[in-house]
């Protein structure tokens, strides 16, 4: 009874302490670390191969170096860390992603990150107008529709600024924005001016023209995803927004979105975007060994978004992007299952190694001195043939044999009276050449047939 006690306290122990190394695992963790595996996956790497867990480890360490050299920290509540939203701005995010981009599946707020990642004001905002029925454009229900170029929309935005993008696209010396816009009801209608840049001076003119969208409760032509608009029996995508909302931080942004929006999923493309640029960087530092970067094979929104769809429970929120990540669990380790909550730090993956490094090197003996492969000199045309012309070589000396012979001419009485029948000598005589060429072919077409046979 006292082995089993004691046994029982052990078990005890072990499991409290393989909990106690187990840390939970965010879902930006498990989103980032599925972007990259499926991309492995796609290029047909094996999660056995040593290099697979390295490039986890690799990229978790370079993120982590990021998220605690940045000095971009948002605040909530009694907690001042690191977010991945500003690890996005540090590494660079705004160079992938050149336009603005909805946060939230389906959501209205904006964001365009910057190119430059030490920019003081680096997050630009952006609110689309939603419907009163919702986001989206679905056939037969309600639209927005632009005063020129025919284009439906789910908000008002959104087709303004694909038809001053079509209608007034950049040349030369200039580029068109969105100016003021203004809204009315009864109908509703969102009015905007255009306004012209010139390239050279930086001039705007405003008030170049004017464009508007119309609100109808019902009737859409077209069904559309957020982000798309409909002309012309197709959806087409919304251009970037040339004339956003506000320049704000990254706090400043965070505090905006409202609750609505926090509580939606994030949007795949931010998710692509941030996995891509992060393995990229980490595949850039010196001694990297993990698994190859391919520039021309980024991770796609597609990609990312199956595997949104077929792990719904482990796709992170607004909320999850933006929120600070503390540092007592890993925040920024990649775990190696995409769908697990939680994960052993000192279980990571090590970096690839030469799997022979501790056997000991072989002795193959002295050189054997044997020297370079030659090629063949390249055979002629006629050398190629020549098995073939050289078969049957007695057809190549065949002849038909001559003869000395007569044509008959049989001969008998007929009363009393002899009568030669020397008729069809004649007519063979005069056919000589013709029935010689026949025989000829006869006879050699014989003569093949009994050596075919033999």
Not at 134 to 154: D, E, F, M
Not at 376 to 382: F, G, H, L, S
Request: with cysteine; aromatic share 8%; proline share 9%.
């Amino acid at each position: 009874m006292k082995r089993l006690f004691v046994a029982f306290l052990l078990a005890c122990f072990f499991i409290n302490a393989a909990l106690a190394q187990a840390v939970p695992v965010s879902r930006m963790q498990s989103a980032i670390s599925a972007a990259i595996q499926q991309k492995a996956f796609k290029r047909g790497f094996a999660a056995n191969d040593p290099r697979f867990g390295a490039t986890l480890n690799l990229v978790s360490g370079s993120v982590g170096t990021v998220a605690g050299s940045t000095a971009a920290a948002i605040v909530a509540g009694a907690i001042t860390a690191p977010a991945w939203a500003t690890v996005a701005i540090s590494v660079g995010v705004g160079a992938v992603v050149t336009v603005g981009v909805t946060l939230a599946v389906n959501g209205v707020i904006d964001w365009l990150f910057p190119t430059n990642p030490t920019d003081t004001t680096p997050i630009t905002t952006h609110q689309n107008q939603a419907l009163p029925s919702g986001n989206g454009l679905v056939a037969g229900g309600a639209y927005w529709q632009t005063s020129i170029l025919g284009i439906y929309s789910g908000d008002a935005m959104s087709g303004i600024q694909t038809a001053v993008s079509i209608n007034w696209p950049a040349d030369a010396t200039s580029t068109y924005e969105v100016g003021t816009c203004t809204t009315t009801s009864n109908p509703t209608k969102t009015s905007c001016l255009v306004t012209r840049v010139n390239k050279a001076t930086g001039y705007k003119q405003t008030g170049y023209a004017a464009i508007g969208a119309t609100y109808f409760a019902s009737g859409a032509p077209g069904s559309c995803q957020p982000g798309f608009v409909y002309r012309a029996s197709s959806c087409i995508a919304v251009p970037a927004t040339t004339q956003p909302d506000a320049k704000v931080t990254a706090q400043q942004a965070v505090d905006a979105l409202p609750a609505s929006e926090l509580s939606k999923p994030l949007n795949p493309q931010v998710v692509a975007s941030l996995a891509d640029k992060v393995w990229r960087d980490a595949a850039a530092q010196p001694g990297y060994s993990g698994l190859p970067y391919i520039a021309t094979d980024p991770i796609t929104t597609a990609e990312v978004d199956a595997w949104r769809q077929a792990n719904p429970d482990r796709w992170p929120t607004v909320q999850d992007f933006v929120s600070p990540q503390p540092a007592t669990n890993s925040p920024w380790a990649l775990p190696s299952s995409p769908t697990a909550t939680s994960q052993d730090p000192s279980a990571a993956t090590s970096p690839s190694t030469n799997p022979a490094a501790s056997s000991p090197l072989q002795n193959l003996g002295p050189d054997p001195g044997i020297g370079s492969p030659t090629l063949e000199p390249t055979p002629t045309a006629r050398q190629i043939l020549q098995p073939l012309l050289d078969l049957f070589p007695d057809f190549r000396s065949f002849v038909v044999p001559s003869h000395q012979a007569t044509c008959p001419k049989p001969t008998f009485n007929v009363f009393g009276k002899q009568v030669v029948m020397d008729a069809h000598c004649t007519i063979s005589e005069e056919q000589r050449s013709a029935l010689y060429a026949v025989m000829a072919a006869v006879w050699a077409m014989t003569a093949a047939f009994i050596i075919l046979r033999a």
